[in-house]
């Protein structure tokens, strides 16, 4: 499944690149691209785990950039 976010409060480029390097590592990703111009998140993961996939994904926001958001 391919599914793209929206990010509130994203505030460096450096950042989404973290943010994105940490996403790949995740058990069932397959592809993810954090755009930090566009705000958004498109990420392609295993379809009967994704919930569980995006709440891992949530986790490792949080823990780079605190105040970011991802709106779903």
Excluded: Y
């Excluded at 460096?12 to 998140?41: H, P, W």
């Excluded at 993961?45 to 919930?51: G, H, L, V, Y």
């Amino acid at each position: 499944m391919k599914k793209t976010f929206k990010l509130q409060d994203l505030d460096c480029a450096n950042c989404a690149a973290k943010m994105e390097r940490g996403i790949s590592k995740i058990d069932g990703v397959k592809q993810v691209n954090v755009n930090f111009l566009t705000q958004r998140m498109t990420i392609e993961a295993d379809d009967d785990r994704f919930e569980e996939i995006m709440d891992q994904v949530v986790k490792t926001c949080k823990k780079v950039e605190p105040d970011c958001v991802i709106l779903r």
